[in-house]
């Protein structure tokens, strides 16, 4: 089975602190994304990368940027913590452009205090 | 703008009885369409996919979902709920030629005893 593995289940962080989330794939997918998600608001993309080194903004990238310097790895990092980031983080992965779904990771619940 | 609309936020199901949940999709074209269910705490996970041929399309634990090219329109249904159906489900899509995912809100599933 395909396994998106995010490295914390549960994150408390206080505001103003730099914080990554890690993602871990072992498929060899192409795409890698991330995604918050919020009640009554859906999920959200916040940026994903189609190749090593290669970024595209999503619909909210305000206050978060990426790195991917591998292909399995993908991280989302908040340059400075603010509460109104307190959410559930998806991170997902997928094959090239095709009729492809995304596999999913369980998920961080991330709460800034 | 493409979108996909899920209008029902909850729906709630008799154990045992049927259950049809709404999607449309608004794309210049036939998108690929995907149905996930996501467990409380947990990723999402795939239940099943459309990209052509039939449109009645059969997925894992029990789901289909049809689709409807003059509505406009992907339902997921399953004949007979059970208790460990409760989750929430997603609708998305995506066009050919993209790696990204459109996701409606969701519809919250609750089973009653």
């Known amino acids: 089975d395909v396994k998106v593995t995010q490295s914390s289940r549960y994150l408390v962080k206080r505001t103003g602190e730099k914080v990554f989330l890690e993602c871990v794939q072992d498929?060899?997918?192409?795409?890698m994304f991330w995604y918050r998600q919020d009640p009554g608001l859906g999920l959200r993309l916040i940026y994903f990368?189609?190749?090593?080194?290669?970024?595209e903004k999503g619909d909210i990238p305000e206050g978060y940027s990426v790195s991917r310097e591998k292909k399995e790895r993908f991280s989302l990092i908040l340059e400075s913590a603010s509460t109104n980031q307190t959410s559930m983080y998806l991170c997902a992965s997928s094959f090239g452009t095709g009729n492809y779904g995304y596999t999913f990771g369980s998920g961080t619940r991330l709460t800034v205090v | 703008a493409q979108s996909v609309t899920q209008p029902d936020i909850h729906i709630t199901v008799s154990e045992g009885a049927s259950l049809e949940l709404r999607c449309n999709y608004s794309y210049g074209a036939t998108p690929y369409l995907f149905w996930y269910v996501q467990s409380p705490g947990q990723g999402l996970q795939l239940l099943l996919k459309?990209?052509?041929?039939?449109?009645l399309v059969q997925g894992i634990k029990g789901f289909e979902a049809e689709f409807k090219r003059s509505q406009s329109s992907f339902n997921l249904r399953k004949p007979s709920v059970h208790w460990s159906d409760a989750a929430e489900y997603f609708c998305a899509a995506k066009n050919s030629g993209y790696s990204t995912l459109t996701f409606g809100k969701g519809t919250m599933l609750l089973v009653s005893p």
């Open positions: 990368s189609y190749d090593v080194k290669m970024k």
């Open positions: 459309y990209f052509s041929g039939d449109t």
């Open positions: 498929m060899d997918h192409e795409n």
